[in-house]
């Protein structure tokens, strides 16, 4: 009876994640610790809250369209001309908004197998071809990224740096040095959500004009404001101009636009954020080995566990701790689906995760 | 350097509309009344207000990406079921996903000229063929619709009711009988953005299950909530379910979206607004008068006063406006660019309209 367009048409009506929400009413209970989905319950910094609160009386007031200060803002922290840079409503937005940009049927995109499913959405939906290589020691890997991409003509390669969900990270200059194999008309997306929990050496150093490669960050992990939705890219300013053609002007959340700058501009929390993430980090690590679970490298807000076991078990393990009122997510293709992952959050939550996962673990 | 798909790179590099703050930052000064952008300068419910700001603290968690709570409370509202229901990030956002679900390249779309530009963007941008028709007496004109819509095979017609930029509004009737005369495969969208300022029997009634309308409805208008955005869709169950293939499911804002319900709860405030808008109107139109122009009748929270002249005085007039510090807008094209158009907000807003209409004028 509803004749959609041939390509939506064709589309699943897949959903990329399924919320905690969503889990707690099939449970019938709230999660007592939320560690699945890598926020960062650490929090915003108080300047933003004080910022957001303050901003809600004139939420009746549309955002600035053109984010003229959050980008100016950005602007002076990257050290690049505001041109090159472009908000949106959060990193899933932009990846949206680039795929329609680049992407027409057909087309092949490279990405690796268990990486962002939320980006394979966009590339799906707009219909995009994937092709996917395997992570190689639980890196994602240039060089087979790289070669896949050359024997598709693709237009586009994916690639997060740190990578969610192994929280395995690169070296700067091997991403650096892809730029220069990438095929002609192709495209390196660099997703930097994790960048702000990763040694300096891990982030390349590229030319704000370099038109071989966009990257974005966000507000949603390090600044803490997920349910905020901001995120930013920057690259040449044709591919940052082009943006302006489909996004949405007026899609930018006022309290959060004013909330994001004022997060910007303490630094000092985010040096507190990233000690308190790295003593999460360690402390993870601890609950894991108490219980037979292996903690592999992360420059990221989180910790895959491994189980030393297969997808299987890390599901009924994932199962049971959400019985146990402990929400964690898990990768979804083998062999990443071996571990577990499990958000950084505050000591209470890390206490109940201690507590529930031997308990979670006996039932297996 | 940069090559875009096709279908982007046809398109221009256009904004919908200016943002006052970029007209703030031209003239050097902010705006001492902002009566442009049909924003309620009364605010949102003080309960939404609170909900916010209590909200703010936990924006590190991602918002629920089903919207299940905000959803239930507007299935109880409408008293329609939940899943003829979907909610999205402010109904630009809904329109644009509607015009990917239905709209191939090439295929046509109707509507008005000098309707929501926002609209014709997203058509335009996903590749649709805009077919426009002149209004009638100020009016949108459902007969030179479904007649241009059977000319041309269309695939969607847009109507706004009440409409947007020039108040009026039809008979619920005229449009509930419209859905009999559609061509084959064509919807009709009906953007009720400010249905809550519209008399009762500008609504048409019809079943929650009828596949040949979609309507559209905003907590940006009466609710006072623009820059949270939020906005939401209700129709036939297999086209609301289609958004779950495109949307940004975790592009909804947390603190919007418990804003929201509490602005839903508190009727009491609806109805405080809607009495608010109602005496606003009548001093535009008396401030109108004073100063010769005449005010169009108005179901909405703007009026457009007819200055009796053309396009380019009405022009010269918002310019002159924007001088004395006063932002309105005006529509797009003749003959309903003899109009500017005002928002309504509070008396003391209303106040210096007052004393820069004569100034702005006597400039001219």
């Keep these: 009876m509803i004749r959609l367009a ?24 709230p999660f007592r610790a939320r560690l699945g989905a890598n926020e960062n319950g650490f929090g915003p910094s108080p300047r933003a809250i004080a910022a957001m609160q303050a901003a809600v009386a004139d939420v009746w007031q549309y955002a600035d369209p053109t984010s003229h200060d959050l980008i100016h803002a950005l602007s002076a922290h990257l050290g690049i001309p505001a041109t090159h840079i472009t908000v949106g409503e959060g990193v899933d937005t932009l990846l949206g908004n680039l795929v329609r940009l680049m992407i027409a049927p057909g087309d092949a995109v490279v990405t690796s197998d268990g990486a962002y499913p939320t980006f394979n959405y966009h590339v799906t939906g707009f219909g995009g071809v994937l092709h996917k290589v395997p ?23 994916y690639l997060a740096n740190p990578d969610n969900p192994m929280g395995s990270w690169l070296d700067g200059r091997v991403i650096r040095a892809m730029l220069d194999d990438l095929p002609p008309g192709c495209l390196l997306l660099l997703d930097e959500a994790y960048s702000e929990f990763a040694p300096a050496d891990a982030l390349p150093q590229i030319a704000a004009d370099d038109p071989r490669v966009i990257r974005m960050r966000t507000f949603s992990k ?63 690590a601890r609950i894991g080995a108490q219980n037979g679970l292996t903690a592999l490298p992360s420059a990221t807000n989180f910790v895959a566990l491994d189980t030393g ?38 000591a209470a939550e890390l206490d109940i995760l201690a507590d529930a996962l031997p308990r979670a673990l006996a039932t297996l």
Tied chains: 1, 2.
């Design 6 to 29: 041939p390509l939506p048409a064709s589309l699943p009506a897949t959903v990329p994640f399924t919320g905690p929400e969503t889990l707690e009413r099939r449970l019938g209970q």
């Design 135 to 157: 992570y190689r020691d639980d890196h994602e890997d240039p060089q087979a990224l790289l070669a896949r991409a050359h024997d598709t003509g693709a237009r586009l390669i």
């Design 222 to 284: 390090a600044y803490g404001m997920a349910g905020a939705r901001v995120g930013y890219a920057f690259g040449h300013l044709d591919l940052i101009a082009a943006f302006d053609r489909v996004r949405n002007h007026f899609g930018m959340n006022r309290i959060s636009q004013i909330g994001a700058l004022a997060a910007l501009q303490d630094q000092d929390w985010l040096a507190h954020i990233r000690d308190q993430v790295a003593i999460a980090r360690q402390r993870i």
């Design 309 to 346: 076991r297969d997808g299987d078990y890390a599901r009924a393990l994932v199962a049971a701790l959400e019985g146990q009122g402990v929400f964690v997510r898990m990768p979804g293709v083998a062999p990443l689906n071996r571990c577990i992952r499990i958000s950084c959050g505050p």
